[in-house]
């Protein structure tokens, strides 16, 4: 079974930046969508960007458009976020998760087939 292990996350001041890596085990990373959710507390999970397999098609959500950026190395088993001009709308545990199915990119979280722990990423203002 695949495990996912997110580190990167940590406290940074309204407008700077961080990135994210999550880091997979098993040799079916290259073969799984990959996507980055996350959660603020008393919210629900919510989507924040997907990428295909080769790292060809990315989306993200409105909210991050334009500031985050997925990508992927799949000679390393890892995919990034890169999160710029971050705001502290931006706090929550960030979670990477993978996807074995037939879609290209997936924005539900409810189709993920495996997930990471999470990582904490807190924006003051």
């Known amino acids: 079974q695949v495990q996912l292990a997110e580190s990167g996350g940590g406290l940074v001041q309204a407008g700077g930046s961080l990135r994210l890596s999550c880091a997979a085990s098993?040799?079916?990373?290259?073969?799984?969508?990959m996507g980055w959710f996350r959660q603020a507390p008393g919210k629900e999970r919510e989507f924040v960007a997907t990428?295909?397999?080769?790292?060809?098609?990315?989306h993200y959500a409105d909210s991050v458009k334009g500031r985050f950026t997925i990508s992927r190395d799949n000679d390393k088993n890892t995919a990034y976020l890169q999160m710029n001009s971050l705001k502290p709308d931006d706090t929550a545990v960030y979670y990477c998760?993978?996807?074995?199915?037939?879609?290209?990119?997936?924005?539900?979280?409810?189709?993920?087939?495996?997930w990471g722990q999470g990582t904490q990423v807190t924006v003051s203002s």
């Open positions: 990428i295909s397999r080769r790292g060809r098609i990315t």
């Open positions: 998760a993978g996807y074995y199915g037939g879609m290209s990119t997936v924005t539900n979280d409810y189709q993920y087939d495996y």
């Open positions: 098993g040799r079916t990373f290259s073969t799984s969508v």
